[in-house]
């Protein structure tokens, strides 16, 4: 098991385009979380996605928005990107159990977005 | 609002020395906490989380809820524990995780 594998490693775009990431996820889970993780900063929560439907969302604006297929993979997309947005944007999977001590989050290694 | 805080963002020690990275947080509930590890050019891990009262890698932790503090101790530093560290929190299952800023550690051989 390859663990959360996040496509593409390294992303250079320019402001005002919109961008597409991929997330897999660990095998047997069916939660998956986005995080922006800026330079110098802990990760912050973008959205959870569960059963194709966003569960839970954070403090983010609408530009950004997501998806969830129904083999557990999940997309995130930013629209009309700002200098901002430059960050390393996190992918964590978990199996939603209903129980917090065993909803533990397993993390990608991140995809690097440089909006120029 | 609930909220994680660490507040020492560099941390250096010798090797053999203790350590302990700090960590304090908000939440009127009863949260799950973790503390995460994050090597050089390798993905954010778990290192270990309250519930399981593990000691990973010679790392323990204890929830102190009377301070609301979680602080990350280990007797005797390697150089290999030279890493970034984030403490967090989840207030239920398929919560977010709210992540502090993170310390990181640097351990001086």
């Known amino acids: 098991d390859a663990g959360v594998t996040q496509s593409p490693t390294h992303l250079i775009k320019t402001r005002g385009q919109q961008v597409t990431l991929r997330c897999s996820p660990k095998?047997?889970?069916?939660?998956v979380s986005w995080y922006q993780q800026a330079l110098g900063q802990g990760p912050q929560f973008i959205f959870q996605?569960?059963?194709?439907?966003?569960?839970q969302r954070g403090n983010f604006p609408d530009r950004f928005s997501g998806h969830q297929f129904p083999n557990y993979s999940s997309e995130l997309n930013v629209n009309a990107l700002l200098l901002g947005d430059s960050a390393l944007y996190l992918c964590?999977?978990?199996?939603?159990?209903?129980?917090?001590?065993?909803?533990?989050?397993?993390f990608g290694p991140g995809t690097r977005l440089t909006v120029l | 609002a609930q909220r994680v805080t660490q507040p020492e963002k560099l941390l250096s020690v010798f090797k053999g020395a203790p350590v302990e990275l700090k960590c304090n947080y908000s939440?009127?509930?009863?949260?799950?906490l973790f503390w995460y590890v994050q090597y050089s050019r390798q993905r954010l891990q778990l290192l270990l989380r309250?519930?399981s009262r593990e000691s990973i890698k010679g790392f323990t932790a204890d929830l102190n809820k009377g301070e609301t503090s979680f602080h990350l101790k280990k007797p005797f530093a390697q150089e290999e524990d030279s890493a970034m560290y984030y403490c967090?929190?989840?207030?239920?299952?398929?919560?977010?995780?709210?992540f502090g800023p993170g310390t990181s550690l640097s351990v001086i051989p």
């Open positions: 939440y009127s509930g009863s949260p799950e």
């Open positions: 967090a929190l989840m207030r239920t299952s398929y919560d977010k995780v709210i």
């Open positions: 095998s047997g889970h069916d939660t």
């Open positions: 309250h519930i």
């Open positions: 964590a999977s978990s199996l939603f159990t209903g129980t917090v001590s065993t909803d533990t989050q397993y």
């Open positions: 996605y569960y059963e194709e439907e966003e569960r």
